[in-house]
């Protein structure tokens, strides 16, 4: 999940406003990024506060776990004890099987409760035609008649964008194209767009890029495909860091060159939290 995790929560932070205001009914005007109290799994995937104050938990959720609701409950009493209030949670399911999971708690005088929203109840059309660019790659997971068709829509739509844009967005599309086992088709039709010169080479794009990802962080792999592996991540980090802090500096690629493919995928996680960019190499 790591890969369609960190994309998804770029995606939902960045530019995606019409999916949050679907899924949450308003507008999230500030990140907490947070470490929670005596919970097993520490960290939240998204965690923001509205205009009004209202804290709100979005958890993303990629295959069915039988312990979810016992997951939520311990992230809402984590967000209690650091806030002294509840927040409102949403667990956005984007699992290619169908949603299984319990949504609630009941004990003799205990009651607990979160929403569950599969992603394929929302409007791809409605993503694709009315949102940002995060919005249309988010699509991709949505609902569609015809998956095809939504694929050659989409990738339409992110050709229009300027060459960096574009780029980034068609790479973030290729990774959320694995959920639902489209990234050969994503491929085809991104061939077919005049966005760059050479897509099959292309470092961000193609199937030997995201093989390196899957296949790099298995132990006794050749070395060629460790060094395929070290520079997806370093990418992948790249422009995570570029959508948070602007520019890279000198002094951040030459400590990014130094580390090994294990660290970068560590910071990739941690560039979610980090508030600067001492504080994410330190």
């Known amino acids: 999940m790591h890969e369609y995790d960190v994309t998804l929560k770029l995606l939902l932070q960045g530019s995606a406003e ?10 999230i005007v500030k990140w907490l990024n ?24 979005i958890e993303l959720q990629s295959s069915n776990d039988a312990k979810m609701a016992l997951r ?23 699992g290619e099987s169908p949603l299984r999971m319990k949504t609630e708690l009941a004990g003799p005088d205990q009651w607990f409760r979160y929403k569950a929203i599969d992603i394929r ?38 050709a229009g964008l300027g060459a960096a844009e574009c780029e980034a967005a068609l790479g973030q599309l290729l990774l959320l194209s694995g959920l639902r086992k489209l990234e050969e088709f994503v491929e085809q039709e ?19 890029f995201k093989r390196g990802l899957q296949e790099g962080r298995q132990e006794g792999r050749q070395e060629g495909r460790q060094e ?18 602007g520019a890279i500096p000198s002094w951040v690629e030459e400590r990014l060159a ?5 660290e970068l ?3 990739s996680v941690r560039v979610l939290d980090a508030q600067s960019l001492e504080e994410l190499l330190k």
């Open 190 to 208: 991104a061939r077919k767009m005049p966005i760059l010169n050479d897509i099959t080479d292309h470092k961000v794009l193609g199937r030997e």
């Open 258 to 262: 130094k580390r090994s493919a294990a």
């Open 121 to 158: 109840d929302l409007d791809g059309d409605r993503l694709l035609e009315r949102g940002g660019v995060g919005d249309n790659v988010i699509a991709i997971l949505a609902r569609w008649r015809d998956r095809k068709e939504a694929v050659r829509k989409i990738v339409a739509k992110i």
């Open 34 to 57: 947070v470490e929670l109290p005596q919970v097993r799994n520490t960290r939240m995937d998204l965690l923001g506060e509205t205009a009004d104050g209202e804290l709100v938990h």
């Open 72 to 94: 939520m409950g311990e992230y809402s009493l984590g967000v209690y004890d650091l806030f002294d209030r509840f927040p409102r949670q949403i667990l956005l399911y984007v």
């Open 228 to 245: 395929g592996l070290h520079q997806g991540e370093l990418t992948v980090l790249r422009r995570q860091i570029e959508k948070r802090f």
């Open 18 to 27: 019409l999916t949050l205001r679907e899924l949450t009914g308003g507008a």
């Open 265 to 267: 995928e560590e910071l």
